[in-house]
């Protein structure tokens, strides 16, 4: 099985910085990693697909690159609606997984 | 817009059998995969397993075959049954529709139901 290792764990920014949390696959995954936004009490919401490709309606302030077994997803300017906790997650062989989970917070 | 929406007791007791209830609403159930998927309070997100509409399934091994999904066409639903639970299972469980290539590995959830909060406690 595939495993997905998310860093920092949680990281404190302030409003306006670049953030960039990074996903780290246990075997090539190629581009196939995607990332989640969970605001608190609310369910998942999809932002990116397939490492880089931002879904419709999602502010272009967030983007994501990486393939093989290194991913990078970036806010490039903080803002206060972006707080919540952030997840990647694979596909591979008939099982998903997902990483632990990065808590953003502001500063 | 396709929704979810899940339903289920709420609060059990331990080795009962837990069921819930995904109804889809603004879109047809048929065509597609769709997946539940668990969060236990103040942790990360576990895949329990997935249905595609002919009735196919697939599993997270970790689960030890406890759990069980199925579909309902007609009326445009899943449900998902996980037997001998323990508070190990407390959790809010999501019903998900899966979306990319099915017949390769880009495949990813969305949306996302509101889920529901399943407590198991003697």
């Known amino acids: 099985d595939i495993q997905l290792t998310q860093s920092p764990s949680s990281l404190s920014a302030s409003v306006g910085d670049r953030v960039t949390i990074t996903c780290q696959a246990s075997?090539?995954?190629?581009?196939?990693l995607n990332w989640y936004q969970q605001k608190p009490g609310k369910a998942p919401k999809l932002l990116i697909y397939d490492a880089s490709n931002l879904e419709t309606g999602v502010p272009s302030r967030f983007s994501g690159s990486g393939s093989g077994t290194d991913f990078t997803f970036t806010i490039s300017s903080l803002q206060p609606e972006d707080i919540a906790t952030y997840y990647c997650?694979?596909?591979?062989?008939?099982?998903?997984?997902f990483g632990q989970g990065t808590k953003l917070e502001i500063k | 817009q396709v929704q979810q929406q899940e339903s289920g007791p709420g609060l059990m007791k331990p080795s009962e059998t837990l069921s819930l209830t995904c109804a889809v609403s603004?879109?047809?159930?048929?065509?597609?995969?769709w997946s539940w998927i668990r969060q236990p309070p103040g942790k990360g997100l576990e895949w329990i397993g997935n249905i595609f509409y002919s009735g196919n399934t697939n599993y997270n091994p970790s689960l030890k075959n406890r759990a069980s999904i199925s579909v309902d066409t007609s009326k445009n639903q899943l449900s998902l049954s996980l037997s001998s639970v323990t508070a190990a299972d407390t959790a809010v469980y999501y019903c998900?529709?899966?979306?990319?290539?099915?017949?390769?590995?880009?495949?990813?959830?969305?949306?996302w139901g509101r889920g529901t909060l399943v407590t198991v406690s003697s």
């Open positions: 603004g879109g047809s159930i048929t065509s597609y995969y």
């Open positions: 075997q090539d995954i190629s581009m196939f």
């Open positions: 998900v529709r899966e979306m990319g290539d099915y017949g390769g590995r880009g495949r990813w959830f969305d949306p």
């Open positions: 997650q694979q596909y591979d062989n008939l099982l998903f997984s």
